[in-house]
C-alpha cells in the first residue's frame, strides 16, 4: 500500500503532465509494491484535485474489456476512468494540435443513464432498464504516463493505466440515438477509418459479449467504494476495437452503418 503522500505526489505529477503536455515516468517503475487499489486512489485524488478546480464529472468511461486487451495486459478485469464536462467533443470537430500529447482512438456505444444504477448485484437487465438511450462513440485516449520507460524498456502496466484515469481524455459521440430494448447492443459494430483507409472492425460482442454487462460491471465495482451510476451520466462502455494512433492531420470516421456514424479531425 502507498503512503497517503505519496499518492498524492503521484496525482501531482498526472496532473502537472497533463498540464503541461510533458508524460511523467512509470508508477510501476517508481513504486515496485503498487497494486490495483493503490492505482485507483492516485485516480481518485487526481479526479478530487480537478473538481476542486472547477471540472464537472458527466459519467464514467470502461477500458479493458476484450480479451485481446486483457491478455495483453495480464488482467481479466476491465477498468474504468472518470469522464469530465472538458472532455466532450462534437461529431466532426477539429482538436487543436496542442491539445493532448500521444492520442488515440477507439469505437465502443455511449450509454446515457435515465435512472440510477447502486449495485451489488446489478444485472444486465438492470442496465437495460436504466438506459435512456445507446449512441455511437469515439473516446480518446491519452498517455500522461510514457508508455515505455527509456531507459529499462519496461512497458506501462494496468497499474499506471488506472492511475493515469484508465488513460480517459475524450468522448465524441454521434450517430443514431437508440433505444437499448430496439436494438441487439451484440451486433452493433463500426469499421473505422483513418483517412479514408479502414484500421479496424469490431462488434458489440467484443465488449464482455454484451456492452450493457460492461455497465453492471461497473455499477457494482462503485459500490465498493460507495458510489454508484447516476441518472443522466454517460458510461462508455468499452471498445470493440484496438485503439488507433491519431496523428496531426488525421481524420478518424467511425461507420455504425445503420446507426449512424462519428468522426473528428486532428489538427
Avoid: C
Amino acid at each position: 500500500m502507498l503512503t497517503p503522500d505519496e499518492i498524492a505526489a503521484a496525482a501531482a505529477s498526472l496532473d502537472e503532465a497533463e498540464r503541461t503536455r510533458s508524460q511523467t515516468g512509470l508508477l510501476s517503475l517508481r513504486h515496485p509494491g503498487i497494486d490495483m487499489a493503490d492505482a485507483y486512489a492516485i485516480q481518485a485524488r487526481w479526479v478530487s484535485k480537478k473538481i476542486d478546480r472547477g471540472a464537472r464529472v458527466i459519467g464514467w468511461k470502461i477500458g479493458l474489456t476484450s480479451k485481446a486487451m486483457q491478455s495483453a495486459l495480464n488482467i481479466d478485469i476491465p477498468d474504468s476512468g472518470v469522464l469530465f464536462d472538458d472532455m466532450v467533443f462534437e461529431d466532426g470537430a477539429t482538436i487543436p494540435a496542442d491539445r493532448f500529447i500521444q492520442p488515440r482512438i477507439e469505437a465502443e456505444l455511449a450509454f446515457v443513464m435515465k435512472a440510477p444504477l447502486r449495485g451489488p448485484r446489478v444485472s444486465v437487465f438492470e442496465v437495460l432498464n436504466a438506459t435512456d438511450y445507446v449512441t455511437p462513440a469515439l473516446e480518446i485516449l491519452d498517455t500522461r504516463i510514457v508508455r515505455v520507460d527509456p531507459q529499462t524498456r519496461k512497458a506501462r502496466t494496468i497499474v499506471d493505466t488506472i492511475a493515469d484515469n484508465a488513460a480517459n481524455a475524450g468522448i465524441v459521440a454521434g450517430g443514431r440515438a437508440m433505444r437499448p430494448d430496439q436494438v441487439d447492443l451484440r451486433w452493433i459494430g463500426a469499421i473505422v477509418t483513418r483517412n479514408a483507409e479502414v484500421e479496424e472492425t469490431g462488434l458489440g460482442a467484443g465488449v464482455l459479449n454484451q456492452p450493457a454487462r460492461s455497465i453492471a460491471w461497473l455499477a457494482n465495482r462503485l459500490a465498493e467504494y460507495g458510489q454508484g451510476i447516476e441518472a443522466g451520466q454517460i458510461v462508455l462502455a468499452g471498445s470493440f476495437i484496438r485503439p488507433i494512433e491519431a496523428r496531426h492531420g488525421d481524420t478518424i470516421h467511425a461507420d455504425f452503418g445503420p446507426y449512424g456514424s462519428v468522426s473528428i479531425y486532428f489538427a
